[in-house]
């Protein structure tokens, strides 16, 4: 099963969600691989997703407060992780969500500030073995979105929710990208 055909499912049941993770990062213009599908849910959802994919053949890999992660039903399917925020950070993250390009209709895309926001939250607070991953896509972004990081929108932001040198690394990139 497809992304594509797993939000139709999805939007046929109307469970909300947003696309996150390796393939927002694709979409919002950063060419990277990815071995899963990642989606963002509220909590008032959740037990209705899981009774949706289960219905789908997946099995539940893990699970924590905030996420669960399934195993795909076969080999031609990715494995699937949702990430669960509460229904007023849903909200916020669906009002500035953008709508996939042609191929992906139907599905809704965490927006490039948020997806910075949560790349930079989870590179200082993540483990270790993804921190070079998500460092990658953050620079992937900011370069091919053209994004200026001194100025205080991005400055404030990635200050935020991500660890000092993260934006320090950005600014020296960018200066170097300059001459």
Known sequence: MNLSTLIRHACEARLPCLLIGGHAVIIHGHPRTTFDLDLAVPRPAVASWRAFVLTLGYTVHAEGPTFIQFNPPDTLTLPLDL??????????LEAAAVEAPAPMAGVR????RH??????????????????????????LVRCNRLDVAEPEWR?????????ELHEKLLRLQRADAT
């Open 83 to 92: 990430m669960i925020v509460s229904d007023a950070t849903f909200r916020q």
């Open 109 to 112: 895309v965490i927006g490039l």
């Open 115 to 140: 997806l910075l926001a949560l790349k930079a939250h989870v590179i200082k607070h993540g483990h270790a073995g993804r921190v070079g991953k998500d460092v990658d896509d953050v620079i992937g």
């Open 156 to 164: 404030d932001l990635l200050l935020k929710y991500g660890p000092p």
